[in-house]
């Protein structure tokens, strides 16, 4: 009988229009142990041919266009959205669930109501203005990592993730 995983991540992506981004957003996915990335739209569809999933990240996580982004969940993972609205909790403040789907809006625009009102919780990072969807993605899944059980983090993890040109050393 196989074991149900204790902790889960998938980003939401509110119908993206930029394959860079996108792009970017699965190096995310993959340096951050990401489950899955959905999006909704078709804007991305179009641009996809841009191919700018620098480390091809979308051969080992899936990515996926959906109707809508919290359907077909596991009963136990929680619905975050990610969005600039008065009365959302600062991500510094924030305690992540240990199933998660976190939910970018578009990068020309926010989020519906409807899929914020369908949200357990809504945060926002303190920044003066707003970041692009890449950068935000990056440091909430940092966020979640700082916060979490880094166990793994080790002198073999470094040694597996660094640049094959990398030759600095701590002396």
């Known amino acids: 009988m196989s074991e149900e995983k204790s902790s ?10 930029s394959p860079t981004n996108v792009g970017a957003v699965l190096r ?4 951050y142990r990401v489950d899955a990335v959905r999006y909704t739209g078709q804007r991305y569809a179009r641009a996809a041919q841009y191919q700018t999933d620098t480390k091809n990240r979308a051969e080992t996580i899936p990515l996926n ?4 982004l ?20 600062p991500l510094p403040e924030f305690v992540h669930p240990p ?4 939910i970018f809006g578009p990068e020309d625009g926010s989020t519906d109501q ?5 949200a357990d ?8 203005g707003c970041m692009n969807l890449a950068a935000t ?12 059980d880094l166990s793994f983090a080790n002198d073999a993890l470094i040694s597996h993730s660094k640049d094959r040109n990398s030759r600095a050393k701590i002396r």
Do not use: F, H, W
Request: proline residues 4%; negative net charge; aromatic residues 6%.
């Open 114 to 118: 409807q899929v914020v009102d369908r």
């Open 28 to 31: 995310a996915a993959g340096c």
């Open 99 to 102: 199933k998660a789907l976190y």
């Open 137 to 148: 993605v990056n440091v909430v899944l940092y966020d979640r990592l700082a916060k979490g």
């Open 65 to 68: 266009r959906v109707e809508v």
């Open 121 to 128: 919780s809504v945060v926002y990072i303190p920044t003066e």
């Open 70 to 89: 919290s359907d077909d969940l596991p009963a136990d993972m929680q619905v975050v959205c990610v969005e600039l609205i008065e009365g959302a909790t």
């Open 8 to 17: 889960a991540v998938y980003i939401g992506l509110v119908n993206p229009k």
